[in-house]
């Protein structure tokens, strides 16, 4: 390890390989809310956040484990609770007037049809305005579930329908 006296220790959160922040600078300079998504293996959430010097403001979030209350049975990892998760967090910025943000997926690596760019299709079906390429969506049949039984489509226009009634 260096020493000396010119030697700078980096910061905590970049040390442990939480925190890109040249990627933060630039998702900040937008000076737009961030539509920020981080997946677990099980769970999914979508928050929207803005910056404020004295720490960042949560302006509206959504967990796939709130699916649950609102009808899902599947698991809340897979693209089809992603998409959920992002249309319910979307709908939820709406109300609170967020009508645009930029994506922040964090030290995720962007892979075309992945879950993240799943829960940015459920944002834009939403109604926010996010800048974005068309390619990196997931195909249609992936979102709406026929990758994984036929009965999963019924299930998502039921959960979407009890989101639009909130």
Same mark, same amino acid.
């Not at 928050?47 to 004295?54: C, E, G, L, M, V």
């Given at each position: 390890m260096a020493e000396g006296p010119r030697y700078r220790v980096p910061f905590r959160r970049r040390r442990e390989g939480r925190t890109d922040y040249r990627q933060r600078q630039r998702l900040l300079r937008a000076r737009i809310p961030r539509a920020v998504v $981080?997946?677990?293996? $099980?769970? =999914?959430?979508?928050?929207?956040? =803005?910056?404020? %010097?004295?720490?960042d403001k949560v302006l509206a979030q959504a967990s796939s484990l709130e699916l649950a209350d609102m009808g899902w049975t599947g698991a809340a990892g897979n693209i089809p609770a992603t998409y959920l998760t992002g249309y319910l967090a979307g709908k939820r910025a709406m109300a609170n007037g967020v009508e645009e943000a930029v994506l922040d997926i964090g030290l995720k690596v962007p892979v075309k049809g992945s879950n993240v760019? =799943?829960?940015?299709?459920?944002?834009?079906?939403?109604?926010?305005?996010? %800048? &974005?390429?068309?390619?990196v969506i997931p195909a249609?049949?992936?979102? +709406?579930? #026929? &990758?994984?039984?036929?009965?999963?489509? +019924?299930?998502?226009?039921?959960? #979407?329908? $009890?989101?639009? =009634?909130?």
């Open positions: $981080r997946l677990s293996l $099980r769970n =999914a959430s979508v928050q929207f956040i =803005a910056f404020d %010097p004295t720490g760019f =799943a829960a940015l299709k459920g944002l834009l079906d939403s109604g926010v305005d996010i %800048p &974005h390429d068309e390619s249609e049949d992936r979102l +709406k579930g #026929k &990758h994984i039984n036929e009965g999963i489509e +019924k299930m998502i226009e039921e959960v #979407k329908s $009890r989101m639009e =009634a909130d």
